[in-house]
């Protein structure tokens, strides 16, 4: 059963309790579910860069390392 | 360890085929940022998407980019920048100044710097030179960077 207060949600989960406390420990979480609501965060964290990452096409630039150069060294001339 | 990832390190990570000689910075930035470890400085968020396509390109571009901390160019980094600046200029060289607030960042958080930019090459010299009271004390490149 699952009862919503808010933004939050209250249910039931069958978790391995060591790695429930590996967890805790690991994170510095003072509560069970500030290690749940700690391990989900950093896994969706991650999970969107691999996306970001992944979804990379090669073409969203219009220019190469000798643009930026180029770009880098438009207002610097000779040193005074 | 955290890395601050040079405009250039996500220039040839973005781009589907890095340019010769510059795969290892390709993988090191993605790595690096794969695993957490990579920060920004805000100018190479403005360099970034000076060079985007178009708006789309700028959306995802953006998305990335949204993802990595970014560390503020304030009134301390400034001044950072510009006595590195000063420094680089007595020794005879002369660095942009997106450089110097790339670099500025990169020593005042202690961190080093992931770059495909020759330019850097200057700075590593400056870096390896410096006294504890130098400007350029602590500015070293990540070992995955490639500034030959």
Sequence with gaps: MQIMNGENMRTTLDIDRNL???????????????????????????????????????????WSLDDLRAWRQVSHGDAP | MATLLDTSALIVLLRRRPPRGTEGVAAAAEDRIRAGRA???SVTVAELLVGARDEEAESRVSA????????AFDRDLATLAGR??????????????????IAATAVWIGVPLLTADSDFAAGSVLGAQ???????????????????
């Design chain 1, 20 to 62: 429930l406390e590996r967890a805790k420990t690991a994170l510095g979480a003072s509560t069970y579910t500030e290690a749940i609501e700690r391990s989900l965060s950093r896994a969706v964290e991650q999970a969107e860069v691999d996306a970001l990452l992944n979804s990379l096409r090669g073409e969203d630039l219009v």
């Design chain 2, 84 to 101: 590195m600046g000063r420094d680089a200029r007595r020794a005879g060289r002369v660095l942009p100044l997106p450089d110097l607030a």
């Design chain 2, 130 to 148: 410096a006294q504890p009271t130098d400007a350029w004390h602590g500015f070293e490149l990540d070992p995955g960077s490639a500034v030959g």
């Design chain 2, 39 to 41: 920060l920004l400085a």
């Design chain 2, 64 to 71: 990335l980019l949204e993802k990595l901390p970014v560390v």
